[in-house]
């Protein structure tokens, strides 16, 4: 692949969207490839992945730019459908996804990162959503994330006046989890990575069932209804029930022994 770097270590998996020239920006090749990537992955192995930009200054830029200023309407509508599409792929993966946020996260930059499950900011990140500036609504899923991740308000007032805001803001309105810095002297992007990476492990390290079943529980829930959404908590609970996983897990906990009962491995996918 030109524009995606994976390297995998131990059961996280690290994406970079590896297009520093042009601060990242998702042209129609970076989105199939980021696809083609997410359909490698080994979800027999990864148990959580870890989302970046290459580079210093940049995570994502936004859309090419480029690519869209002449787009018809009708090819516009799917160049939206193919970043809409990754990006859901993104959202509704098995396993978590981190974003590392290192830098300017733009348009399709700040959109791919709320299609992530958590977003770790750098003390240099920059989000915003510009896209009324150059004519055009937010198209990979923007005006809807950002209106259900801050408010319907604060996502109206950030797309409508197209302003950029720091990572301190950002964090302030609930946009991202949380903001890292380096220690002195440090690399704000190695920081976040770090960051990101320690959290993916810790999530690694938990029974791989019960994750991925909270992933959907959750998703799934905050497309519906409370009472239907219950039950689609019920069956995902019931459903980690007689693995291995929690056989285990359970045991662990019951006997009295502190060390066996933190040691929680080993867990396997069944
Ligand atoms: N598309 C294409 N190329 C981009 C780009 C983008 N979104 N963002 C940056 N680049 C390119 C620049 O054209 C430039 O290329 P050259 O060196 O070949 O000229 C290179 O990246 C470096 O960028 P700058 O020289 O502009 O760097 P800067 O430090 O002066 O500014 C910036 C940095 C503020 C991020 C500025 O690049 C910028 O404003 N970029 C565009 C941000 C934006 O508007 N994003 C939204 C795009 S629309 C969208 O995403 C729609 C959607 O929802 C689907």
């Not at 300017?104 to 989000?127: H, K, N, Y």
Request: charged share 25%.
């Amino acid at each position: 692949m030109e524009y995606i770097l994976y390297e995998e270590d131990g059961a996280v998996g690290v994406i970079t969207i590896n297009r520093e020239k042009a601060l990242n920006a998702l042209n129609s090749q970076v989105l199939d490839e980021l696809s083609a990537q997410l359909d490698a992955v080994d979800l027999s192995k990864i148990r959580c992945l870890v989302l970046t930009g290459a580079g210093e200054k940049a995570f994502v830029a936004g859309a090419d730019i480029g690519e869209m200023c002449l787009l018809t309407k009708a090819e516009a509508e799917a160049f939206g459908k193919k970043g809409n599409d990754v990006f859901r792929k993104l959202e509704t993966f098995p396993i978590p996804v981190i974003a590392a946020v290192n830098g300017f996260a733009l348009g399709g930059g700040c959109e791919i990162s709320m299609s992530c499950d958590i977003r770790l900011a750098s003390d240099t990140a920059v989000f915003g959503q510009p896209e009324v500036g150059l004519g055009i609504t937010p198209g990979f899923g923007g005006t809807q994330r950002l209106a259900r991740l801050v408010s319907p308000g604060m996502a109206k007032q950030l797309i409508y006046t197209a302003r950029n805001i720091k990572a301190d803001e950002a964090y302030r309105i609930g946009l991202v989890n949380a903001v890292i810095s380096p220690e002195e002297g440090g690399s704000s992007k190695e920081a976040v990575l770090e960051a990101a990476k320690k959290m993916a492990k810790g999530i690694a390290a938990q029974a791989p069932i019960a994750v991925r079943a909270s992933k959907k529980a959750i998703n799934d829930g905050l497309q519906t209804d409370m009472d239907s959404a219950i039950v689609i908590e019920e069956k995902l609970f019931g459903s980690c029930f007689e693995t291995k996983d929690q056989g285990a897990a359970m045991s662990n906990f019951l006997e009295k022994d502190k060390e066996k009962k933190l040691k929680v491995v080993p867990f396997v996918n069944e």
